[in-house]
């Protein structure tokens, strides 16, 4: 019984969210997202910093549950109209990405003597952006419900769909003999039902959920219905082989095209907010600072090399269909970095053999750092193309500007240390001057008594 209470490291786990909740507010005032701060506290107290969380395995599985659920959210909030006006862009857009990130994957691999497997897996990680963090940015800027939010979540949805045949060509690339029949199968299957939902719902009116009126006036029923939805339609499409993200988010487009959608958002993002903070966490779990600090180099130029590659490669795409400049620009930052999906990808080829060791930690490592600096990257790029506008000569004068209240706040925040610390040593030198009085007077005292 103790061993199965003591299973979970909640009050460990309970520390790291204290944590990462201080770290969240210091980069809110900082005018940062505050999800760099919960990828920091993960860093910190993970296996490889101060060690406070030793095993990341309970903290993944509640993140993985923060994905669906975020994917859930998405489809209840999407848009059909919107979604379906931008799909014609969306695989044009995600099919140059995928494109290109083979290309370099098997560049990779060719340079460092790796095989044909490894540079595809390589690749199909490359190519995948993140649903939750491009999300997040997104919607911390205003731009979720706007045209440069329709566009990259039209994307993000192309690619996580094209997870499917990604995980069986993976299995099938570790020695698992997959007919190329199945997979194909597989996709259309996918496409076709997402096709012929978003058609069968743009057609009709809202769904009538049995028990509708008890329902929407009960909200522990309204929030444990929902969930059983998105899990147990993710579960579903699992068993199916297809993607687990697959069926939530297919279970948020029904629950959204419901009499219940008014009522259930509400209901929902509280809860799904909260696993994807866990999702945060965990990634900065997965930091092997080890094998980071004997690879820096490797690994930094490698980050900035996807980073800077997928931003220039978003924005021609997304220009390439026709999109205006600022909202290729917005969109095609917010996915410059690696996707939550890659990890799983990265996992499979290492368990199938088709991944090595070392190019597994390089994935997860360039991965979690794209996913950490990804926030901070868009905004610099966004300030400093938004003060470019005014005719800045250079790029220092632009990212001053850009960053006016940040320095003002920093500045604010080192003239409070320097006023606290000369009060201090003010007082310091009166408590020495009193003390010092008071020994002479007791001296004296003394001399008199003795006299």
């Known amino acids: 019984m103790e061993q199965a209470h003591n299973a979970f490291p909640l009050t460990e786990t309970a520390f ?10 210091l980069l809110m005032r900082l005018k940062q997202p505050p999800l760099v701060g919960f990828i920091l506290a993960g860093v910190v107290m993970g296996p ?6 030793g095993d990341g395995e309970s903290v993944s599985v509640l993140a993985e549950m923060g994905v669906l659920m975020l994917l859930f959210f998405i489809g209840t909030e999407l848009s059909l109209k919107a979604f379906i006006l931008s799909l014609r862009p969306a695989i044009i857009v995600a099919a140059g990405q995928l494109g290109v990130a083979l290309a370099i994957g098997l560049s990779i691999a060719w340079i460092g003597g790796a095989g044909l497997a490894e540079g595809v897996i390589l690749g199909f990680i490359i190519g995948l952006s993140s649903t939750v963090v491009a999300m997040k940015m997104l919607d911390d800027m205003g731009e979720l419900r706007g045209d440069a939010g329709r566009i990259a979540v039209a994307v993000l949805i192309a690619q996580d769909i094209a997870v499917v045949p990604m995980l069986i060509i993976v299995a099938a690339l570790g020695g698992e003999a997959v007919s190329p029949v199945a997979i194909v199968l597989k996709v259309v299957l996918a496409v076709t039902l997402l096709a012929g939902l978003l058609w069968w719902l743009g057609r009709r009116g809202k769904i009538r959920i049995p028990f509708t009126g008890f329902l929407a006036d009960n909200v522990e029923m309204l929030a444990l219905g929902a969930m059983a939805a998105c899990f147990g339609a993710a579960a579903i499409s699992g068993f199916a082989g297809l993607s687990p993200a697959y069926g939530a988010f297919v279970a948020g487009l029904l629950v959204g095209g419901s ?3 008014s009522r259930a958002i509400p209901v929902i993002e509280p ?14 779990l997965l930091f092997d600072l080890a094998f980071i600090w004997q690879n820096i180099w490797t690994v ?5 090399i996807v980073i800077a590659a997928k931003t220039l490669l978003n924005i021609f795409l997304l220009r390439l269909t026709g999109q205006e400049r ?18 799983v990808l990265a996992a499979a080829g290492f368990s199938a053999g088709a ?34 506008v005014h005719g800045f000569s250079s790029y220092r004068e632009a990212l001053s500007e850009a960053y006016a209240g940040e320095i003002e706040n920093v500045g604010e925040g080192l003239w409070w240390v320097r006023a606290r610390y000369r009060a201090g040593r003010k007082a310091w030198r009166k408590w020495r001057t009193r003390r010092a009085e008071e020994r002479a007077r ?10």
């Open 16 to 25: 790291v969210i204290l944590v990462a909740a201080g770290l969240g507010l």
């Open 48 to 53: 490889t910093g101060l060690g406070l969380v």
């Open 259 to 261: 009499t219940l959608r």
């Open 271 to 284: 809860i799904q907010s909260v696993l994807v903070v866990v999702f945060f966490l965990s990634i900065g």
């Open 300 to 304: 930094a130029v490698a980050s900035v």
């Open 326 to 343: 600022d909202t290729a620009l917005v969109a095609g930052l917010s996915m410059a970095q690696i996707g939550e999906f890659s990890f």
């Open 355 to 388: 991944l090595s060791p070392d190019a597994y930690r390089l994935a997860i490592a360039v991965t979690a750092i794209s996913l950490l600096f990804s926030p901070a990257w868009m905004s610099v790029m966004h300030r400093i193309e938004g003060a470019a």
């Open 442 to 451: 007791g001296r004296e005292a003394d001399t008199e008594a003795g006299e």
